[in-house]
């Protein structure tokens, strides 16, 4: 289902590169909120990895039970970190988009700053429909987290379930 997602999440990305480059290219004001969006975007990422990484979120248990989390875990993290760099991709494209703009036409061609916006919206596009997966994940760990404290706490008690 996640493969399925990413894929589709892709052909969007295509889709909306070939039909919205007219809008964007040489579009400077939304050029510029792309790059602010995905700017903020890769710092929310950083925290959202440095929350999966944090050692609280191992379930309770014997080293037995914490090694058994870690392949999930790094899975997790191993994604986020695609994720955010893919919003870097996204955002050196539109860096080097700027700068061969400035460039004389024979030099860098039409046809080539034209594919240039299209890569970039492409990969924003598919980054940003990816990213819609981002708070349910988020709710997902926190809701692990207080589920774990609740059932220390349960512990410390001794009540069992």
């Keep these: 289902m996640r493969a399925a997602f990413i894929v589709v999440s892709f052909i969007l990305g295509a889709v909306a590169a070939y039909y919205g480059e ?11 909120i792309f790059v602010t969006v995905y700017s903020v975007f890769a710092g929310f990422l950083v925290a959202v990895i440095t929350i999966l990484g944090d050692p609280a979120l191992l379930p ?7 090694e058994n989390s870690r392949a999930k875990i790094e899975a997790r993290l191993i994604r986020h970190t695609w994720l955010f760099a893919l919003y870097l991709v996204t955002i050196a494209l539109i860096f080097i988009s700027a700068l061969i703009a400035k460039a004389p036409i024979d030099l860098i ?22 990213s819609l997966a981002l ?18 706490r349960r512990d410390d008690a001794g009540i069992r379930r």
């Design 22 to 32: 007219p809008l964007i290219y040489g579009n400077q004001d939304a050029i510029d």
């Design 109 to 130: 061609g039409d046809d080539a700053r034209h594919w240039m916006a299209r890569a970039y919206l492409a990969l924003g596009v598919a980054a940003f429909i990816l």
């Design 60 to 66: 309770a248990g014997s080293w037995q039970t914490a």
């Design 135 to 152: 708070p349910k994940m988020l709710m997902d760990v926190q809701r692990a987290r207080v589920d774990a404290e609740i059932e220390r």
